[in-house]
Nanobody, 121 residues
Framework: QVQLEESGGGLVQPGGSLRLSCAASGSIFSINVMGWYRQAPGKQRELVVTATKDGSTNYADSVKGRFTVSRDNAKNTVYLQMNSLRFEDTAVYYC???????????????WGQGTQVTVSS
């Protein structure tokens, strides 16, 4: 099993910044991808960004140039630096991890409990 512990959400004004953190613990294999999804009220959960151990990233177009993901592989921790926040970034942000023991194995996926980010003036 894997546990994901998030922190860093809160209330911020438009144009402001927040940094989210997510620490993973448990049975994490060397092949893993970590990242963030978000879900706004009345909408489906959507990708924000994912990052592999070797640094490959996949950003949603809506956050490119404003959000930056980083990882500390030694600590199994992923960070999301969010700058130039907009009203439409308001959502619950979920930490995400998928991992597998070998290249031909099936992925196991895990989610954090979510942290609220509210952009409001």
């Amino acid at each position: 099993q894997v546990q994901l512990e998030e922190s860093g959400g809160g209330l911020v004004q438009p144009g402001g910044s927040l940094r989210l953190s997510c620490a993973a613990s448990g049975s994490i294999f060397s092949i893993n991808v970590m990242g963030w999804y978000r879900q706004a009220p009345g909408k489906q959960r959507e990708l924000v960004v994912t990052a592999t151990k070797d640094g490959s990233t996949n950003y949603a177009d809506s956050v490119k140039g404003r959000f930056t993901v980083s990882r500390d592989n030694a600590k199994n921790t992923v960070y999301l630096q969010m700058n130039s926040l907009r009203f439409e970034d308001t959502a619950v942000y979920y930490c995400y991890l998928r991992t597998k023991p070998g290249i031909f194995s099936r992925w196991s996926e895990y989610w954090g409990q979510g942290t609220q980010v509210t952009v409001s003036s």
